[in-house]
């Protein structure tokens, strides 16, 4: 994918911060810096690449096209450049980052650095009459460029849509390599405890803008699909492993959880660990890893050490198969897991028997982690109260330096107070 930045001047209470885009972002620091705000961003920006909000863009200009056929039924073309595009993309985000956080007043100053390689967009539009066994039909032929799309019918209330969807293929196109993600989703903190709310309640939250309204909109699209056949079903095994089970609508389109053993019981009843990761299940059940883009915050949340490793290698094979993340994280266990790929990579790249042997020592699978893939930042506080994004340099793995300094600390503490007990039964035996 090409360089992409993202400058932040203020969001929230970070400032004066750069991030690099890559397919898997992590955010690492103590709570309440802004992890879920920069997460969020990113989120944004691929919400532009596969969402409707280019929409707004061309409707805000006169150019839907149910106002255009309006004033030319047989055809018509328009043109922007390409900085009008990105003054509406970094403006957007401002809109974007208050809705999703529920804070119309929120500071935000930030801007998308995206190296689109056109200087201007061209679209039009034309009507045809196509035989169709020897009947004559109207269609509209929508084109940017050499790309098209055919609407057959006299087509009405369009909008926006035609537009939207040719210029989300170019740019997909142009950033990310020709990437098929076409889907992005955000799995919210406390995602497991929204899926147990009532229905009326959901709808009240539905009727917000803010991100956990999107959660469950979204939430409700995918429970209605029907599974996919793709290739991707190692990853539903990968997670019904650590889950113990599948995720499933019964014939009264509830969802349940699936054990292993063949039993069955309602979402609703079923432990905390498996309610969060139940969204992420049933997404892999109905898209392919490659054409989704997955803001995951916190994949650790009640979850054991040992399935916290085993997410991590979730993440692992689902970043080298192309899905793209975005992660906020407190586990130094997934980090650590994360780092073990890592090596694992560098170890095979300088010899194949060291890596193979490795493998064998400790039991690992053939799994390994470009750490090209990764753009790691640590969010830290400042004396004057701001937030810094910090980029984390990768040749030793990624850091995660605010979980040393708590283990360092507190397993030093943990010693003096023992030795003080040790200390006082020793005096008091005597």
Same mark, same amino acid.
């Given at each position: 994918?090409?360089?992409?930045?993202?400058?932040?001047?203020?969001?929230?209470?970070?400032?004066?911060?750069?991030?690099?885009?890559?397919?898997?972002?992590?955010?690492?620091?103590?709570?309440?810096?802004?992890?879920?705000?920069?997460?969020?961003?990113?989120?944004?920006?691929?919400?532009?690449?596969?969402?409707?909000?280019?929409?707004?863009?061309?409707?805000?200009?006169?150019?839907?096209?149910?106002?255009?056929?309006?004033?030319?039924?047989?055809?018509?073309?328009?043109?922007?450049?390409?900085?009008?595009?990105?003054?509406?993309?970094?403006?957007?985000?401002?809109?974007?980052?208050?809705?999703?956080?529920?804070?119309?007043?929120?500071?935000?100053?930030?801007?998308?650095?995206?190296?689109?390689?056109?200087?201007?967009?061209?679209?039009?539009?034309?009507?045809?009459?196509?035989?169709?066994?020897?009947?004559?039909?109207?269609?509209?032929?929508?084109?940017?460029?050499?790309?098209?799309?055919?609407?057959?019918?006299?087509?009405?209330?369009?909008? +926006?849509?035609?537009?939207?969807?040719?210029?989300?293929?170019?740019?997909?196109?142009? *950033?990310?390599?020709?990437?098929?993600?076409?889907?992005?989703?955000?799995?919210?903190?406390?995602?497991?405890?929204?899926?147990?709310?009532?229905?009326?309640?959901?709808?009240?939250?539905?009727?917000?803008?803010?991100?956990?309204?999107?959660?469950?909109?979204?939430?409700?699209?995918?429970?209605?699909?029907?599974?996919?056949?793709?290739?991707?079903?190692?990853?539903?095994?990968?997670?019904?492993?650590?889950?113990?089970?599948?995720?499933?609508?019964?014939?009264?389109?509830?969802?349940?959880?699936?054990?292993?053993?063949?039993?069955?019981?309602?979402?609703?009843?079923?432990?905390?660990?498996?309610?969060?990761?139940?969204?992420?299940?049933?997404?892999?059940?109905?898209?392919?890893?490659?054409?989704?883009?997955?803001?995951?915050?916190?994949?650790?949340?009640? *979850?054991?050490?040992?399935?916290?490793?085993?997410?991590?290698?979730?993440?692992? +094979?689902?970043?080298?198969?192309?899905?793209?993340?975005?992660?906020?994280?407190? !586990?130094?266990?997934?980090?650590?897991?994360?780092?073990?790929?890592?090596?694992?990579?560098?170890?095979?790249?300088?010899?194949?028997?060291?890596?193979?042997?490795?493998?064998?020592?400790?039991?690992?699978?053939?799994?390994?982690?470009?750490? !090209?893939?990764?753009?790691?930042? *640590?969010?830290?506080?400042?004396?004057?109260?701001?937030?810094?994004?910090?980029?984390? !340099?990768?040749?030793?793995?990624?850091?995660?330096?605010?979980?040393?300094?708590?283990?360092?600390?507190?397993?030093?503490?943990?010693?003096?107070?023992?030795?003080?007990?040790?200390? *006082?039964?020793?005096?008091?035996?005597?």
């Amino acid at each position: 994918m090409k360089t992409i930045k993202i400058y932040i001047n203020s969001l929230g209470a970070v400032h004066d911060s750069v991030l690099e885009l890559k397919p898997l972002m992590i955010f690492s620091g103590e709570s309440g810096l802004g992890k879920s705000y920069v997460a969020i961003l990113i989120h944004y920006f691929y919400k532009v690449l596969v969402d409707n909000r280019l929409q707004a863009f061309f409707s805000a200009r006169g150019w839907d096209y149910d106002t255009l056929v309006l004033k030319n039924p047989e055809e018509a073309s328009f043109s922007f450049t390409t900085p009008m595009l990105l003054e509406w993309i970094n403006e957007e985000a401002k809109i974007y980052m208050r809705e999703a956080l529920g804070n119309p007043d929120m500071e935000v100053d930030v801007k998308f650095d995206i190296p689109i390689s056109r200087n201007s967009y061209t679209f039009s539009y034309r009507t045809v009459q196509i035989d169709f066994d020897g009947k004559e039909e109207t269609s509209r032929i929508f084109e940017l460029g050499n790309s098209s799309m055919r609407i057959d019918g006299d087509a009405k209330s369009l909008g +926006s849509l035609p537009w939207s969807l040719l210029m989300q293929a170019a740019l997909r196109k142009d *950033l990310l390599d020709g990437l098929p993600l076409d889907q992005t989703f955000a799995m919210v903190p406390g995602r497991g405890a929204l899926l147990t709310l009532p229905v009326t309640m959901q709808e009240r939250i539905r009727n917000n803008d803010d991100v956990y309204s999107e959660f469950l909109t979204d939430w409700s699209v995918v429970q209605s699909m029907r599974p996919q056949k793709n290739t991707d079903r190692h990853l539903l095994e990968r997670l019904s492993y650590i889950n113990g089970g599948s995720i499933d609508i019964d014939d009264n389109d509830r969802v349940v959880y699936r054990m292993l053993d063949g039993q069955s019981l309602p979402i609703t009843a079923a432990a905390s660990s498996i309610k969060e990761l139940a969204p992420l299940y049933m997404l892999l059940d109905k898209y392919p890893s490659n054409h989704l883009s997955i803001l995951f915050e916190e994949p650790e949340a009640h *979850l054991h050490p040992q399935m916290q490793v085993n997410i991590a290698d979730f993440v692992v +094979s689902a970043v080298s198969h192309g899905m793209h993340l975005q992660i906020t994280t407190h !586990s130094d266990y997934f980090l650590r897991r994360l780092n073990d790929r890592i090596f694992l990579q560098k170890i095979q790249r300088l010899d194949a028997s060291s890596y193979a042997k490795t493998l064998s020592n400790y039991g690992y699978t053939d799994l390994t982690l470009d750490s !090209s893939l990764i753009g790691a930042y *640590l969010l830290r506080r400042d004396e004057d109260g701001t937030v810094k994004v910090i980029s984390q !340099s990768l040749e030793k793995g990624i850091p995660y330096e605010s979980f040393y300094d708590v283990i360092r600390k507190d397993a030093r503490h943990s010693l003096d107070i023992q030795q003080t007990y040790y200390n *006082l039964t020793e005096t008091y035996a005597e």
